[in-house]
């Protein structure tokens, strides 16, 4: 069954500090797997995205990195702000369909406190 | 930022009410998606569509209907809302080719009563 499983739950870290959050997936076959943010009460909004070669990728602050053959991800965040609370969400996407199949994970809620 | 649009972005109705959340893109992309969001809980789609006169089913059952006349223009109805329907409703677009970029519109919460 494709699955795609985040961890922790959960975040609180201070303003400033760094942090990762984890995707294990088990979605084959692979076609490309993307961090989103989404902010309370808005749509999700894509962070990052990443192919099968490649293994990392920055946006600003953010750096997530995969190994296609653990079926990991994960996305470091450096020197957080109080804007980085929100929900990131692992997707993975799934290269068998033309649809472009969409599996997403529950999401790490991440609180930066002052 | 993407252009696709939600209304209304919350809507409290009493049960047995019809609704109907609107969902529009100005990108021109041939394939919309309708998820289910429920909190702390992942994303489900419940209805999709490739293109004009096109609309399937997704994994998550629903008892709501869509359709597709217009390729900016993707309506989902709910012919009598009940409290089960109670979510988030999250609209999303993508081009038809290309890696599958969702663009994703900013929610409509739907409270049923």
């Known amino acids: 069954k494709n699955q795609v499983e985040q961890s922790p739950q959960s975040l609180i870290i201070l303003e400033g500090k760094n942090c990762t959050l984890q995707?294990?997936?088990?979605?084959?076959?692979?076609?490309?797997l993307r961090w989103y943010k989404q902010d309370t009460g808005r749509g999700p909004v894509s962070l990052t995205i990443?192919?099968?070669?490649?293994n990392t990728k920055s946006n600003g602050r953010y750096t997530a990195t995969l190994d296609a053959d653990t079926k990991q991800s994960s996305l470091h965040i450096t020197a957080s702000q109080l804007s980085d609370s929100a929900s990131y969400i692992c997707?993975?996407?799934?290269?068998?369909?033309?649809?472009?199949?969409?599996?997403f994970g529950r999401g790490t809620q991440l609180t930066v406190w002052p | 930022e993407a252009d696709i649009y939600q209304t209304p972005r919350y809507l409290v109705i009493g049960t047995g009410k019809k609704i109907t959340l609107e969902c529009s893109q100005t990108?021109?992309?041939?394939?919309m998606y309708w998820y289910q969001q429920d909190p702390g809980m992942e994303l489900h789609l419940i209805h999709y569509?490739?293109?004009?006169?096109?609309?399937e089913k997704g994994d998550l059952s629903s008892e709501s209907t869509v359709s597709r006349i217009r390729t900016e223009h993707f309506p989902l109805t709910l012919e009598s809302a009940r409290p089960s329907h109670t979510s988030q409703y999250l609209c999303?677009?993508?081009?038809?080719?290309?890696?599958?970029?969702?663009?994703f519109g900013p929610g409509t919460r739907l409270t049923v009563t």
């Open positions: 569509s490739y293109g004009v006169n096109s609309t």
């Open positions: 990108m021109g992309h041939d394939k």
């Open positions: 995707c294990n997936y088990t979605v084959s076959p692979f076609s490309n």
């Open positions: 990443m192919t099968f070669s490649e």
């Open positions: 997707v993975v996407i799934d290269r068998g369909s033309t649809l472009g199949r969409l599996y």
């Open positions: 999303a677009s993508s081009p038809f080719e290309g890696p599958y970029e969702q663009y």
